[in-house]
């Protein structure tokens, strides 16, 4: 990465540990995924072991954001969880494409949230005339 010399000053010496960038419901579900903990009860212990561990009412909180979402039942992973930790986004959307998906408007679904992101690319796909007729 080119970074010019007056730049260089505003850097961060190192980068701030994903556990801290990540909403902690996203740590808890990879560490799950991956089976790096048994359950969300070991979430507490697996967190303090990281080089910078989040606060423990947060770490409790995202083990409860999972059962919420019924991502766990019991702190172990559900199908729905299962599913979830596999795709490539953020466990919000996650949930809505595959319960999109299981209620037959997944397609219908990925365009909204395309179009939510960056309204160009339902255009590109679908065409103007249709793009707009998703979006109203």
């Known amino acids: 990465v080119m970074v010019f010399e007056g730049d260089s000053d505003s850097l961060s010496e190192y980068q701030t540990p994903e556990a801290q960038r990540l909403p902690l419901h996203t740590v808890a579900l990879f560490a ?3 089976g790096l903990i048994d359950n969300a009860a070991c979430l507490e212990d697996f967190v303090r072991g990281l080089p910078s561990p989040p606060q423990l009412r947060n770490v409790r909180q995202a083990a409860e954001d999972l059962e919420l979402l019924e991502l766990t ?3 172990a992973l559900t199908l729905l969880g299962e599913s979830i930790q596999q795709l490539p986004f953020d466990i919000e959307v996650g949930v809505s494409l ?4 299981l209620l037959g408007v997944g397609h219908q679904l990925a ?16 065409g103007q005339r249709e793009a707009s007729e998703y979006l109203e």
């Not at 309204?119 to 679908?126: A, H, K, N, S, Y």
């Open 98 to 101: 595959v319960t999109g998906a």
């Open 32 to 34: 799950l995924g991956r």
């Open 111 to 126: 365009l909204v949230l395309a179009a939510a992101s960056r309204p160009i690319i339902v255009e590109e796909f679908v």
């Open 73 to 75: 039942a019991g702190g």
